[in-house]
């Protein structure tokens, strides 16, 4: 893995102490003046996190729109490789709280995957992490299953190297599946529970998939 310099760290934590400076103003002004009696304590702060939370999306997605990292592979020292440890800062530090512990419920995990820049059809959910959104494109009616992973990165050593990642509609991914960097799953398709999907696969459309690196099973 590359070193995040001084410098990506500083453009993160000026991000991060916008969103932390928005949220508590925030804060004040909206709640400051209510009288919430003997729990008005504990109501400002769990206030405070969550419009944090709602001004680090919004600050997160400002910076990708201005700096968007790359795909391919990321060359040491270039824009994108900045924008793409930015983003890694981002979830080693933010993001990944919310998406790894299970603390929110699938429904609103829907919402912060949307904010976070993913691409989610209709009636489509994820009960595991996914942990580059904003490479990933996912149909409608599909399911991700518990604790499974989809990721748009590979990091081999010092390569670094960044996917898209699309799945189709009608798609079922199994629990503790991993999916990683580039893959393409067609329509209908299955990826059984605990299957290793290696980066740049294609899958058709229907194709049962499982295994450690997952190998066609049957039509």
Partial sequence: MRKITTSQVAVFFTLFGVAITLGVLTTKLLLG???????????????????????????????????????????????????AQVNILFYLILFNTLIRTHFLPIPLMRLVYLALGARLGKSTYS?????????????????????AVLTGHTIEGSRFALARTRIGDNVTI????????????????????????LKGTNIGPNEVWGGVPAKRLKY
């Fill in 33 to 83: 003046w209510i009288p919430l009696g003997d729990f008005r304590g504990i109501v400002l702060v769990v206030a405070g996190i969550v419009f944090v939370y709602l001004y680090a999306f919004a600050v997160y997605r400002i910076f990708l729109h201005f700096m968007p990292p790359g795909e391919g592979e990321l060359r040491e020292g270039s824009r994108q490789e900045f924008a």
């Fill in 127 to 147: 009960a595991g992490a996914i942990l580059e959104p904003a490479f990933t494109e996912i149909g409608a009616n599909s399911i991700v299953g518990h604790d």
């Fill in 174 to 197: 199994g629990a503790m599946a991993v999916i990683m960097s580039g893959v393409v799953i067609g329509d209908g398709a299955i990826i059984s529970a605990g299957s290793v999907v």
